[in-house]
């Protein structure tokens, strides 16, 4: 199993409510992902990092928001959730040191229900 | 732009015979493949990964898989299928060039028949 954690692993809540979803890993990872993943679907970029105080947006647009202040922990955070939020959502990390060859680790993920 | 094709939705095989799931890929350069697999309600797990030199690459639970530049495939494969393997099979593709992303295939359940 891989060092890298997310909580919860399910939250159901209301529509208009913010929320953060933690990421956290202990293999001291330059590189971190969000991705999003409906049900047995195809995974979709939302958010990455390189480092502390890098972050850039992934390939499908996302209302939420991300922040890298520590390298071992890469919060998502949604202002005001909608019920077209619900969804599996993937923390994934990989080491850098300039080589693009290195696979990434992922965490269990987050179930998400907006009701 | 790189992209993923997985042709097959999903493949179905008896348990003990030999097993491919199929992976095309497109890049500018040359690539850095990977296969991960995802059993339910669990995130990715990384089973191999083609960075150069030998095309046939081994990986983890017995899996393999053969890069073809000419095809520009790379295909997973397994000489004998367990029901434990079971899942669903992503492949994947980066280009060595600068601070390209990963992308990701679309996905291929397979289903292992006892």
């Known amino acids: 199993e891989a060092d890298i954690y997310q909580t919860p692993r399910y939250l159901v809540i209301g529509t208009g409510k913010k929320i953060t979803l933690e990421c956290s890993q202990t293999?001291?990872?330059?590189?971190m992902y969000w991705y999003q993943q409906d049900p047995g679907m195809e995974l979709h970029l939302i958010h990455y990092?390189?480092?502390?105080?890098?972050?850039e947006k992934g390939d499908l647009s996302s209302e939420s928001t991300v922040s890298r202040i520590r390298t071992e922990h890469f919060p998502l955070t949604l202002e005001s959730a909608r019920p077209s939020h619900t969804s599996q959502y993937l923390c994934?990390?990989?080491?850098?040191?300039?080589?693009?060859?290195?696979?990434?680790?992922f965490g269990p993920g987050t179930r998400l229900t907006v009701l | 732009a790189q992209s993923v094709a997985q042709p097959e939705d999903q493949v179905n095989v008896a348990e003990g015979n030999p097993l491919t799931v199929k992976c095309t890929y497109s890049?500018?350069?040359?690539?850095?493949l990977f296969w991960y697999v995802q059993y339910p309600n669990r995130g990715l797990q990384f089973l191999l990964k083609?960075?150069?030199?030998?095309?046939l690459v081994k990986g983890s639970y017995g899996f393999e898989a053969e890069f073809n530049k000419s095809q520009t495939s790379f295909h997973l494969k397994k000489p004998s299928a367990l029901v434990s393997d079971s899942a669903l099979y992503f492949c994947?593709?980066?280009?060595?060039?600068?601070?390209?992303?990963?992308?990701f295939g679309t996905g291929t359940k397979l289903q292992v028949i006892p």
């Open positions: 994934a990390s990989s080491e850098w040191g300039g080589q693009s060859y290195n696979e990434q680790f």
């Open positions: 293999m001291g990872h330059d590189k």
């Open positions: 990092s390189y480092g502390v105080n890098s972050t």
């Open positions: 890049v500018s350069g040359n690539p850095y």
């Open positions: 083609y960075i150069t030199g030998d095309n």
């Open positions: 994947a593709v980066r280009d060595r060039g600068g601070y390209q992303k990963v992308t």
